[in-house]
């Protein structure tokens, strides 16, 4: 899987949004970042050297697109980040957010909600299990 450094997550946030060549990301970005082309360029090869981007001829100019999803980047850095910082344990940071107050009411409630799906949908896959016979090659 790829990992991306924060400057590589602003280009693919760009490019989740829409193919973009070079040119384009560094108008897009140079705002933001004050990246020149030059930097652009070295970044989207990095990127293309690690399996995170593609390009194909688009005319004058090539046209960078997306190989990974954002959903795919994200859940690896996020069992990254837990792995670093709570050996891997959602609740110590569950914990660390109620202990210093950083959880608004709405956010407990979505949690809530969360954890209510989670749960039925491990009964739904465990009683999918139950019925294919797996449950009872244990016993």
């Not at 990254?80 to 891997?88: A, E, H, S, T, W």
């Not at 202990?99 to 209510?116: C, F, H, T």
Request: aromatic residues 6%; glycine residues 10%.
């Amino acid at each position: 899987m790829v990992s991306l450094s924060d400057g590589e997550w602003k280009i693919m946030n760009q490019l989740w949004e829409r193919e973009s060549t070079i040119t384009e990301l560094k108008n897009e970005l140079g705002k933001e970042t004050g990246w020149d082309k030059h930097i652009v360029i070295t970044m989207l090869s990095r990127m293309e050297k690690k399996g995170a981007v593609a390009h194909r001829d688009g005319g004058r100019a090539k046209i960078f697109y997306p190989l990974v999803t954002r959903e795919e980047v994200s859940m690896q850095e996020t069992r990254g980040f837990l792995q670093k910082v709570y050996r891997g344990s959602l609740g110590m940071m569950v914990n660390a957010m109620v202990e210093d107050q950083a959880l608004s009411e709405e956010e407990i409630q979505e949690l809530y909600g969360i954890l209510e799906q989670a749960g039925k949908s491990r009964a739904k896959r465990s009683e999918a299990r139950d019925e294919r016979g797996y449950g009872n090659r244990l016993r």
